[in-house]
Nanobody, 122 residues
Framework: QVQLDESGGGLVQAGGSLKLSCAAS????????MGWFRQAPGKEREFVAG????????YYANSVEGRFTISKDNDKNTVWLQMNSLKPEDTAVYYC???????????????WGQGTQVTVSS
C-alpha cells in the first residue's frame, strides 16, 4: 500500500499560480504511474495529469495542456503539479493517486490522497 499526502492548495486569483505537492510513503516501488485528478462540486472526478515513474513521460487533460506541468523526484518520492494561468473553472479538490498501470481511468488508481482544495476567484 502506498500512502499519499497532498499539500499546496489554496485561494488564488484568476491568472495566478499554485504548486501542489504529493509525498508518497510505504510501498512506493509498487506504483508505476502517478496521477492528479480533480473533482468540482456536482461533477465527476476527472484526470488532470499523469507521469510515468520510470521514464518521466507526462500526460495531460486537454483542458490543462500548456498551463499545468507535472513533475517528480523519485528519490524524494514526491510528485508536483505546477498550475499556471489558473481559471475559475479549475476550482476543485485536487487528488494525487498511484496506479500500477498507465491509465487515465480513476478506477485503476488504488491509492489516493486526502485531497487539497484549490479555489480560483474571478
Amino acid at each position: 500500500q502506498v500512502q499519499l499526502d497532498e499539500s499546496g492548495g489554496g485561494l488564488v486569483q484568476a491568472g495566478g499560480s499554485l504548486k501542489l505537492s504529493c509525498a508518497a510513503s510505504g510501498r512506493t516501488f509498487r506504483y508505476y504511474f502517478m496521477g492528479w485528478f480533480r473533482q468540482a462540486p456536482g461533477k465527476e472526478r476527472e484526470f488532470v495529469a499523469g507521469i510515468r515513474r520510470s521514464s518521466g513521460d507526462t500526460y495531460y487533460a486537454n483542458s490543462v495542456e500548456g498551463r499545468f506541468t507535472i513533475s517528480k523526484d523519485n528519490d524524494k518520492n514526491t510528485v508536483w503539479l505546477q498550475m499556471n494561468s489558473l481559471k475559475p473553472e479549475d476550482t476543485a479538490v485536487y487528488y494525487c493517486a498511484a496506479s500500477s498501470v498507465l491509465t487515465r481511468d480513476s478506477q485503476w488508481f488504488k491509492s489516493w490522497g486526502q485531497g487539497t482544495q484549490v479555489t480560483v476567484s474571478s
